[in-house]
């Protein structure tokens, strides 16, 4: 468990923490995130909360990734935990927002598919021993994503005050992004994905 993992390890909890604030019942046990009013716009301070948390967490998938390859701390254990880590984090926060009214659910499904049909890809690569590598438009593509979950949490303040949608705004281009490196990952990797046999049929 080298400190590349400990990191992954650790947005794994973070994740989990977050869920947890975004769906717990705690009028149940009668707790109550303090309500704010900025400007105009009614607030849940939970939400800030949770923006803060998935910010860091956000930073840890930086960081993972650049400490591995920077010292050579690159192993299967890790690749396989990330993956899974990158989808827990994002995907559950975007589900989440969605059912709670903050997301287009459209979003939500178009980059939850993305990620499915990246995955295979990069899964069928894999058993045939070649490795897929991350793409220009995939990373910003998680980019805005990040941003816009983080402002989306935080009822897209300060733009909010100014009638300026960045949140969704960013959101929509994470969509784009989201579509256009999907294509690009398939483009690329199709000869993979079929075998001489399947292209003759085909």
Excluded: W
């Excluded at 009614?42 to 990734?65: H, N, Q, R, W």
């Excluded at 890790?78 to 995907?91: R, T, Y």
């Amino acid at each position: 468990m080298n400190l590349a993992n400990k990191l992954t390890m650790i947005r794994i909890f973070l994740t989990v923490v977050l869920i947890a604030i975004l769906l717990f019942p705690f009028y149940m046990v009668n707790l109550k995130f303090p309500q704010l009013i900025i400007g105009t716009i009614p607030v849940d301070t939970k939400y800030f909360v949770a923006a803060g948390i998935f910010a860091i967490a956000s930073i840890t998938d930086f960081l993972d990734g650049h400490i591995a390859r920077k010292y050579n701390m690159v192993t299967d254990f890790g690749k396989m935990v990330d993956a899974i880590a990158d989808k827990m984090l994002v995907n559950s926060t975007l589900i989440i927002l969605s059912a709670q009214g903050f997301v287009a659910p459209i979003i939500t499904v178009i980059i939850i598919f993305r990620d499915t049909v990246v995955d295979t890809i990069k899964m069928i690569a894999g058993s045939k021993g070649k490795v897929v590598a991350a793409i220009k438009s995939g990373k910003i593509k998680t980019t805005f994503l990040m941003v816009g979950i983080v402002l989306t949490l935080c009822y897209n303040l300060p733009f909010e005050l100014f009638n300026l949608d960045i949140a969704d705004f960013l959101l929509v281009l994470a969509t784009i992004f989201s579509i256009i490196s999907g294509v690009q990952y398939y483009v690329m990797n199709k000869d993979l994905i079929f075998t001489k046999e399947e292209k003759k049929e085909k």
